[in-house]
């Protein structure tokens, strides 16, 4: 009976003369990929109203489709539900965002003067874009003069217009000096460019430059090399180590900096200009330095993905310190073990689970091919299929461009998709 009435009294909600006060059992901040996805998981096994999400957002986008969109396959509508679809009937959904977190008082306080108290705390809060970090860039973005970004839904359907309208010239393609979600997208776009231009009979008039702030083309070997043989076969110019500081989009010039030679800068025309914008987590938490690592990520041991100060926090995805690639495959093999560590943590048990680093990239090629990277924390290929995937497959594209986002809308956001981990060893055991 106590234990009844403490359950009602935590779950009440109050109207003072300013703001409304919560209290849950355990708060989700951000309705994201992983957010969702461990959401639905407690709220199953916690009953109603034992999770609340802070989240203001009234879609919910399945960004990975944003590649497609900017090469013209789908558009924007079909990325998104709406939130209130999507986020689980068993959860208190707070359209709202966090502004200060308090972790050793159990509580946050929000952009409408909210104060929401919990007993466990998920940090799901993904990636922010700062495209106003790049001098003349937005300007350029308002405008048809050749400057686009898949990363953003504002921006993404532009980028097909973009090519639609391109003719001859160079068109350029960038990579920022920063952390990014999806590390893979912006070269899938340029693979799309280069497959649209060769279809419509004008790809000896255009120059392809990738010009990337990264040492390497792709983090994983396997992968990169055969990435080399992509670029190197379409004749497209990859500039490793460069990375784009200013637009000046009035002359359709952008200016980049060598960053094995700080200073030294080099100015390109282009026709077309791609561009991935820096990237970084919500102010809210990169400026808390109680939750966050020098980087501003939320810090977290890398196994159990339990905050390494306070034992009632734990974090997912984009924002998490765990240094895996930003990906929504490795949200989802994250899911899992958040989900059975904060629960063992709720029951007084030892955390057990350990995330492997698994990340999937679907490195789209073409209107038809797909290389499927898949890897862990050792940069180690992971791969789900008893084939090696190091290569252009059509059978990986079209994973991508059909069973991908039904899987994410009817398994991975309702909490019943924790990657492929238990098909991976399956397939590879009847292989032996």
């Keep these: 009976m106590l234990l009844s009435i403490n359950n009602s009294l935590r779950n009440l909600s109050w109207k003072s003369s300013r703001s409304l006060h919560y209290g849950c059992k355990v708060l989700v901040v951000g309705g994201g990929t992983g957010g969702c996805a461990v959401a639905a998981k407690l709220s199953k096994v916690l009953g109603k109203d034992e999770v609340h999400i802070l ?11 944003f ?42 306080l929000t952009a409408m003067g909210h104060k929401i108290e919990y007993d466990y705390m998920l940090l799901a809060l993904g990636l922010e874009t700062n495209y106003e970090k790049i001098p003349g860039l937005l300007e350029g973005l308002k405008n048809w003069n050749g400057i686009c970004s898949n990363y953003s839904e504002k921006y993404v359907e532009k980028t097909f217009q973009v090519l639609k309208n391109f003719e001859y010239g160079n068109a350029i393609f960038t990579y920022p000096n920063s952390p990014v979600k999806c590390p893979g997208a912006p070269q899938k776009i340029l693979y799309l460019v280069d497959d649209y231009l060769r279809k419509n009979g004008i790809r000896h008039k255009a120059k392809l430059i990738y010009n990337t702030s990264l040492p390497v083309i792709f983090g994983v070997k396997k992968y990169a090399d055969a990435l080399w043989k992509v670029v190197n076969g379409r004749d497209i110019e990859v500039n490793l180590r460069t990375n784009l500081v200013e637009v000046k989009p009035d002359r359709n010039e952008a200016i980049f900096e060598n960053l094995d030679k700080p200073g030294e800068m080099q100015t390109l025309t282009y026709s077309m200009l791609h561009v991935t914008p820096p990237m970084s987590t919500p102010s809210a938490l990169r400026n808390n330095k109680e939750l966050s690592n020098q980087a501003g990520f939320a810090d ?82 992971l791969e789900t299929f008893p084939i090696s995937q190091d290569r252009e497959l ?24 924790n990657g492929p981990a238990t098909m991976r060893k399956l397939l590879h055991l009847s292989m032996k």
Aim: aromatic share 12%.
């Design 300 to 381: 977290v041991d890398p196994g159990t993905l339990r905050h390494t100060t306070f034992s009632n926090v734990f974090a997912i995805g984009d924002c998490s310190s765990s240094p895996n690639s930003k990906t929504a495959a490795a949200a989802a093999a994250q899911s899992a073990v958040v989900f059975h560590n904060l629960k063992a943590v709720m029951d007084g048990k030892e955390v057990k689970r350990i995330y492997d680093g698994y990340a999937s990239c679907p490195l789209v090629t073409g209107y038809s091919k797909c290389i499927l990277a898949e890897f862990n924390y050792n940069l180690e290929p």
């Design 67 to 108: 590649t497609l969109i900017g090469g013209g396959v789908y558009s924007l509508k079909d990325s998104y539900k709406l939130q209130k679809d999507v986020l689980p009937d068993n959860a208190k959904w707070i359209k709202d965002r966090a502004v200060e977190f308090n972790p050793k008082q159990n509580h946050v």
């Design 55 to 65: 989240d203001p957002s009234e879609r919910h986008y399945y960004q990975p489709l």
């Design 394 to 417: 059509t059978s990986m594209y079209l994973m991508k461009k059909y069973l991908m986002p039904s899987l994410y809308w009817n398994l991975m956001v309702c909490g019943y998709w």
